[in-house]
């Protein structure tokens, strides 16, 4: 691989190119000598087929100028110290040295731990040396720090269009001797091993690849990995014979495949998940070809759970149809469906919950048999395939073949396969059994024969069989009789030995997908390295890595310059790692870049192809502490302090106290805000997302406060912001309100009124400044401010209820003010410490009342209704005052006869508009016109009248009568009528007329007369 060549090559030249020595010689041209870790991997087998890997604890020491032409050193000392927790574990007596070749090599009959130190000396005649060295573990630092890093997975070598692609970020975080480790990212793969028409096409998004560990010192507690995407599938292995297509393809959507694997003290959790759908095809089956099938899968579910050596859930779920294409001879083909195919099976905890399978078919064919002595036409039908099983129990087994031929041969056959009944069977033992009795038919008939010579034999055949089978599809030798029912009616019984045997269902048993930890290289290696160092990193069996140590330069991380060792490693095989691990100060031991990459050869028709997998990481921020020196430091600057809810009250209340930090190194280890000055002390602040933190390393640091005080006002705390060299202090402002009184309790009496009535009212609130006063506020629906008056740590006093306030329950407003002048509006008690809606008061709505009733004639306002004897009718005016708080929706008048015909039972509506004899418009004042007929009686009469209200409250039954006095105008007395009242002109009109009539009579007589004079 070029990369990796070209990596080696530049590595070697600065080994060659670097001097590595410990201790100088006092004189220059003097021997010197460096002591070099010279770690490796010894293999333990446990007797068994368990292999695992300790290190061989063993240091070189090198001379400078080397020893040639066989000398070695001269009187040799090795000193030796190894400290763990404090205690010294080893010493000289635990080292052997072997002085060869111009070289010493120290062997320790000890391990490096993480956390130990190791002192090695050596002395002899040409030079002394020695080593300090502090073992921590491979990427692990041992002071405290926080980190964040960038990840890639990538591919090389492949030109096929294969291609794998990930981009995630990492957090490392060591507090103490917990060190905690997550990455997240995610990415596609894409995987093509086509050759021509066949092999694999996988595709696949994964939306969330996830890692979190946890360690104690080099233990490890915790580890959760999960991955979950989705893609699609292709796989074809179709290939082209001389008697067509063979193999079968998928093409698949696969819409979720998640796994998670979660370890934690010794115990792991797996659980893994696949759904999708799809299309399949076997032996080049579609709708056009001449055999194999094709089909629609339109679901499959794929779940598991395993807890340790236990399976705690298996669900497999597959639903499809397919079409099977067969060649009917002659060229026809033709297809037969299977409209549903089932299975389902539900595990859980070593039950079976579900289990359910369905095959469920049928359809037409038809062919021709044709060779040089006959031809037979045969066509035919299966209405119906159905194989279904439930709960572990068959409940359906029927397939029925129909069909004829015809030609030089005719005839019909038939299959038939049926549950006809159930019941209970003796097997061949006797013990009776639970079965299904099966009916198994099939029939070959024969109703004209070739004429001629023929190759083959034409008879009828004719077999009925009954099969006794319990219904259970986990038992073995399920038939536990056959009935052979012979043509001349005879029967035939056989029992099978050994049937049935019982089986139990077998649950299924745990599958692990991970066998080791899902983890890189890790194990126990120096803090500060020297070129030529080399060590074996071993606390992943599967993953070992030997590392060799080229050089030390000066590098950039996150902006920073810092030391750096160059190093390259080979983990075994064709798979190897590259980078550089800080070398200096506290983040010593830190991976600063790594490259990993496995390389496997393709030998695909005499060519070989080379592929590798390619990691690639590196360090993309460092949150603490910083790798610079106190003088290139830039103090943290303060930007802002305040409350993320806007403010916070006095008496209890919490808030978020959110500052906004600006240091230009990012390199902040912590913030805290004195409030001594509230009674709360120095409070710390975190931007690590606890403690209310919203967003992890935004600079905004943030601690929850409650405040149980009463100071308010402007306050002015100490902000101090510390980072890995420096701490600065800075003065800021923050403001306390003073939170408003609470209402604890409130009580009405009565607790349901109308509007008008008075109502006894008692309040109970508390404040820390005092309660000064407490009202009813009711000015917002036209009442009063009814101030209540304290007695026995109670506020009580009485209050009207104003006409504008509507009906239903009704919060009441109290106003309290406390002894500080903050005024509250309040409609919640506090009594439980948290607010809740207040009792309300219930107002009851009033129905319309009817005021007054008056009739008008001719305009004018009458006592009674006047009847005419005879003739016209006579036209009266009903008005009616009504009144209702809410506004009356509708008013109504039931006036018996005195209603047009057909009306008399009908409620007539009255207007308040100005229209229908209405005087004024919107005055409440209700009117209805009606014309007395000549043929109503005199006397009183009822008449009723109603009104409803917005709330559609209506006027009470007994509220509606009303009576109105009818008087006839010819009946005498009171109110005669008007020919009685004017009898006197009438007379003296008719004796003047008659009067006139005798004068002109006369006139005409004597005119007469005189003409026969």
């Given amino acids: 691989m070029p990369r990796a060549r070209q990596a080696l090559v530049i590595l070697a030249t600065l080994l060659i190119s670097t001097q590595a020595s410990m201790v100088l010689a006092e004189e220059e041209g003097q021997t010197t000598c460096t002591v070099l870790v010279d770690w490796d991997a010894e293999e333990h087998w446990d007797g068994g087929w368990n292999l695992s890997y300790d290190i061989l604890h063993r240091y070189l020491v090198v001379f400078d100028p080397p020893f040639t032409g066989g000398d070695t050193p001269t009187s040799v000392t090795i000193g030796v110290e190894q400290h763990r927790d404090e205690v010294q574990i080893a010493d000289d007596s635990n080292a052997t040295f072997i002085n060869a070749g111009g070289e010493i090599d120290i062997v320790l009959d000890t391990e490096p731990q993480f956390g130990d130190s190791v002192y090695i000396s050596v002395s002899t005649d040409q030079a002394f040396c020695s080593r300090d060295l502090s073992i921590t573990n491979w990427n692990q630092p041992m002071a405290d720090h926080e980190i964040t890093r960038e990840t890639t997975w990538g591919m090389e070598g492949d030109e096929l269009g294969d291609s794998i692609d990930f981009e995630g970020r990492g957090w490392q975080k060591r507090t103490g001797d917990i060190l905690e480790s997550n990455e997240l990212g995610n990415g596609t793969l894409m995987l093509d091993s086509m050759n021509g028409t066949q092999g694999l096409i996988l595709a696949l998004n994964l939306e969330t690849i996830w890692l979190n560990e946890t360690y104690d010192g080099v233990e490890l507690l915790q580890q959760d990995f999960e991955m979950r995407g989705n893609g699609s599938l292709f796989l074809n292995t179709n290939e082209e014979g001389t008697d ?83 060649d009917g001879g002659s060229g026809e083909y033709f297809s037969f469906d299977l409209d549903e195919f089932r299975i389902l099976e539900r595990w859980e905890d070593g039950i079976r919950e579900q289990q359910h399978s369905l095959i469920l078919g049928g359809g037409d064919f038809g062919f021709l048999i044709d060779d040089e002595f006959f031809e037979v036409e045969v066509n035919g039908t299966i209405p119906v395939i159905h194989f279904e099983s439930q709960g572990g129990e068959t409940i359906a087994e029927t397939i029925r073949v129909d069909g004829t031929y015809d030609g030089d041969a005719e005839g019909s056959f038939g299959l038939i396969r049926r549950i006809v009944d159930s019941g209970t069977q003796e097997n061949a033992t006797g013990q009776m059994f639970e079965v299904d009795k099966i009916e198994n038919e099939f029939w070959f008939n024969v109703s004209a024969t070739p004429i001629g010579p023929i190759t083959e034999e034409w008879e009828a055949e004719h077999n009925l069989t009954y099969e006794y089978t319990v219904p259970q599809t986990d038992w073995w030798n399920r038939t536990i009789r056959y009935q052979y029912i012979e043509d001349n009616g005879t029967t035939n019984n056989e029992y099978p030995e050994y049937s049935p045997i019982i089986v139990q269902p077998q649950s299924p048993d745990a599958n692990r997908i991970f066998e080791n930890h899902i983890s890189r290289e890790t194990g126990a290696a120096p803090e500060i390295l020297v070129p030529g160092d080399s060590f074996a990193l071993v606390g992943n069996d599967a993953l070992i890595l030997s590392v060799e140590v080229m050089s030390v330069v000066d590098g950039v991380m996150d902006g920073h310059n810092v030391t750096l060792a160059e190093w390259i490693g080979d983990y075994g095989g064709e798979a190897y790692a590259s980078g550089s691990v800080v070398n200096e100060g506290p983040l010593a031991g830190l991976l600063n870049e790594v490259y990993r990459w496995i390389q496997i050869s393709f030998n695909e028709n005499g060519t070989t192809e080379d592929l590798a997998f390619v990691e690639y990481q590196s360090v993309d921020r460092v949150l603490s502490p910083s790798v610079i020196s106190e003088e290139e430091n830039t103090a943290p600057n303060l930007i802002s302090v305040g409350f993320r809810e806007g403010r916070i009250l006095t008496e209890g209340d919490s808030a978020h106290l959110e500052v906004l930090v600006y240091d230009f190194d990012t390199d902040v280890t912590a913030v805290s805000v004195d409030l001594s000055e509230i009674g709360l002390g120095i409070v710390e602040l975190s931007d690590s997302g606890l403690q209310g933190d919203h967003t992890i390393h935004d600079d905004i640091w943030t601690a ?237 009469m009822t008449i009723e009248v109603r009104a409803t209200d917005t709330y559609l409250s209506t006027t009470p039954f007994n509220d509606q009568q009303q009576t109105l006095e009818l008087e006839k105008l010819n009946s005498g007395g009171n109110g005669g009528s008007w020919i009685s009242d004017n009898s006197m002109m009438l007379i003296a009109v008719g004796l003047a007329l008659l009067l006139l009539i005798g004068v002109i009579a006369v006139a005409i007589s004597m005119r007469n007369s005189e003409s026969e004079w």
């Fill in 244 to 326: 067509g297509s063979s193999g079968f393809s998928v093409d698949v959507d696969v819409h979720e495949v998640w796994v998670l694997r979660s370890w934690q003290q010794g115990s792991s959790t797996e659980r893994f998940l696949i759904d999708g759908t799809g299309w399949l095809s076997f032996n080049g089956g579609d709708n056009n070809s001449s055999g194999g099938g094709y089909g629609q899968l339109s679901s499959f579910y794929w779940e598991t759970w395993d807890e340790d050596d236990r399976r705690r859930l298996q669900h497999l779920q597959l639903e499809a149809n397919a079409s099977l294409r067969l």
């Fill in 704 to 940: 929850l406060v409650t405040y149980e005080g009463l100071q308010h006002g402007i306050i002015e705390p100490t902000v101090t912001m510390d980072d890995f060299w420096v701490s600065v202090s800075e003065d800021a402002s923050i403001e306390i309100t003073n939170a408003a009184p609470r209402m604890m309790s409130l009580q009405f009496s009565p607790d349901s009124v109308i509007r008008g009535d008075t109502v006894d009212v008692s309040v109970t609130a508390v404040d820390g400044h005092g309660v000064e006063s407490v009202s009813v506020d009711l000015l917002g629906v036209g009442g009063d401010l009814s101030q209540l008056v304290e007695m026995d740590g109670a506020w009580i006093g009485q209050f009207m209820v104003p006409s504008g306030i509507s009906p239903g329950e009704r919060a009441i407003p109290i106003r309290i003010t406390d002894g500080d002048g903050e005024t509250v509006i309040a409609v919640h008690t506090h009594s439980a410490g948290f607010p809740v809606d207040a009792p309300r008061l219930t107002i009851e709505n009033e129905a319309p009342t009817i005021e007054s009733l008056t009739i008008l004639r001719n305009g004018e306002i009458v006592d009674t209704v006047h009847v005419p004897s005879s003739g016209d009718p006579i036209t009266h005016l009903l008005e009616v005052t009504i009144h209702d708080p809410d506004g009356v929706s509708s008013a109504q008048a039931k006036i018996g006869r005195l209603a047009p015909i057909g009306n008399s039972e009908a409620w007539l509506l009255m207007v308040d508009d100005g229209t229908g004899g209405d005087r004024v418009a919107e005055d409440g004042v209700y009117s209805l016109l009606f014309d007395v007929r000549s043929t109503l009686p005199e006397g009183n």
